[in-house]
């Protein structure tokens, strides 16, 4: 017995020792996961490559801070609304296997990729369509919680609009939100914007095409401004080497590509103005309205806008401060082919002040190029507008023929380039990529996933459904070139061989089928 005893309590003392060397050890790291889903599968699998599950419900049930879910060809008909959150250190990833062939159809449903009140999540390679009437893609919060969404980011994002009567949905929203990213992404479709950051801080869109073709508003207020983008009371926010192309037609109320508003509108937004904002080596190009508006209204004035590395070309309307709205910058921007006048700015009885332009070019617009009776302005070009300059020019200013050829690059030998007042060109060069606000060396062009992007925006029987054709056609698909070759050739000169690395463009064929990609 004392023998027993005396093992019994050398293995109790062992296993003791044991607990307490194990509770003493650093904790071991938990390693993230990769876990699959394909509507074929099975909420019942592992969720491996091999065996994946079905929903996106269940992954939100097992998934944790690290992991990643990897989304399989096929179409969905659930949204992607993740329940959990990431970390900091350890972001959620939720990304489609193969770009673009993910597809997201919540037929009229909800939103089709809606984070709300989670944070660091990275969405990235879906094409979202037929949300009805919601945002296509939304990252929000409640009304009054202005912190719970945050470090959003969605990559190489499709979305079609489909809101159109109830409300001011966008087919991509960014709302009540910090920190987020939106970036080589593409919208497009119905909505009240196609592109939307509203009541948020810190936002960044980056290389992404928008292209507004219409919004009623039937049951809403189908009067009300649309646009291809609003920034509505959002400050502190970064968009950059964005194209706003082929706004179609409104039967009503103001429009256009970009508008910059702000307003009271009580606990829906943190700020009731637009502030600090940066637009950087942008491209408008062929809109129905006005190309960019500054306009504050019932809440505080916009202040300290900048846009540096612009270009206006072929809209109603070229550039307006037009209410409210105070030390917007303008410096090396563009403006060209307005239908109508190439600028207006607003003075002291239209609560407007401190609006500069600098080193930019105004030509051949029908109305008044550069309206500069309220404006700190110099060394400017304007050559043939109706009227240059609304009053005598400043004294470096220029009435000459800037022999302009592209509108994305300032030309060799030609009277803007070199002569800016920072040693630049004046009008705007849009030739390299922005990243967080910097001009880096990484060439934009040719466009990112741009075959992706036209087989989905061009695609023909869409365009009949929302009244894209005859005089209110899509000019870039109606042309069948390339968005790149589209934009560089907008002055009517071809495009320079070296874009797509010495080899001529291919001719693309309007509505492609939308099997025929290169991603």
């Not at 006048?341 to 002291?348: L, T, V």
Request: with cysteine.
């Amino acid at each position: 017995m004392r023998t027993e005893g005396l093992t019994m309590r050398t293995e109790w003392g062992l296993k003791g020792i044991l607990v307490a060397l194990l509770f003493s050890l650093p904790a071991l790291p938990v390693y993230a996961a990769n876990y699959y889903v394909v509507p074929s599968g099975s909420d019942t699998s592992a969720g491996s490559a091999a065996a994946p599950w079905a929903t996106f419900g269940k992954a939100w049930a097992v998934m944790r801070a690290g992991d990643t879910l990897v989304v399989k060809n096929g179409t969905y008909n659930e949204s992607i609304a993740p329940t959990v959150s990431g970390t900091a250190a350890s972001p959620i990833t939720i990304m489609a296997e193969n770009a673009g062939i993910a597809i997201i159809d919540m037929r009229n449903a909800g939103a089709g990729i809606e984070i709300y009140q989670r944070s660091y999540l990275t969405v990235e390679g879906f094409f979202v369509i037929n949300p009805g009437e919601t945002p296509a893609v939304d990252v929000s919060a409640p009304d009054g919680d202005f912190t719970s969404s945050h470090h959003v980011t969605l990559r190489r994002i499709g979305a079609r609009g489909g809101s159109n009567l109830d409300n001011a949905g966008a087919a991509i929203e960014i709302g009540r939100s910090q920190n987020c990213l939106v970036e080589d992404s593409y919208a497009y479709g119905y909505g009240r914007y196609i592109l939307s950051a509203y009541g948020s801080q810190n936002i960044t869109m980056r290389r992404v095409v928008a292209r507004w073709d219409r919004w009623d508003g039937t049951n809403y207020k189908p009067c009300d401004p649309k646009f291809n983008m609003g920034v509505y009371d959002t400050h502190d926010s970064t968009f950059e080497n964005i194209i706003l192309i082929d706004g179609g037609t409104a039967s009503c109320g103001d429009h256009g590509a970009l508008l910059v508003p702000g307003n009271d509108n009580g606990n829906t937004a943190p700020f009731t103005n637009s502030d600090n904002n940066k637009f950087l080596g942008m491209i408008i190009l062929n809109n129905n309205g006005v190309a960019f508006n500054v306009e504050g209204g019932s809440g505080g004035t916009n202040d300290n806008n900048q846009f540096l590395n612009i270009v206006s070309w072929g809209n109603s309307f070229g550039a307006d401060t037009s209410h409210k709205a105070s030390n917007t910058q303008f410096r090396h921007i563009l403006v060209g082919q307005s239908t109508d006048a190439g600028s207006y700015f607003g003075g002291s009885d239209n609560n407007v002040s401190g609006t500069a332009v600098h080193d930019s070019v105004f030509v051949a617009n029908a109305d008044v190029g550069l309206n500069d009776s309220s404006v700190d302005e110099d060394y400017n070009i304007a050559y043939g507008n109706g009227t240059n300059f609304s009053s005598d020019p400043a004294a470096h200013d220029l009435v000459t023929d800037p022999k302009l050829k592209y509108i994305t690059r300032v030309e060799a030998n030609t009277p803007g380039k070199g002569t800016a007042s920072d040693g630049g060109d004046r009008g705007a060069n849009v030739l390299y990529q922005y990243v967080g606000g910097t001009l880096t060396t990484a060439a934009l062009w040719p466009w990112p996933y741009e075959d992706r992007i036209k087989a989905d925006m061009c695609e023909s029987s869409f365009l009949a459904s929302v009244g894209r054709t005859g005089s209110n056609a899509a000019q870039w698909c109606a042309s069948g070139k390339t968005l790149t070759r589209y934009i560089w050739e907008a002055a009517g000169n071809p495009i320079p061989p070296e874009i797509y690395g010495g080899i001529p463009p291919i001719q693309d064929t309007p509505g492609a089928p939308k099997n025929i990609r290169i991603r």
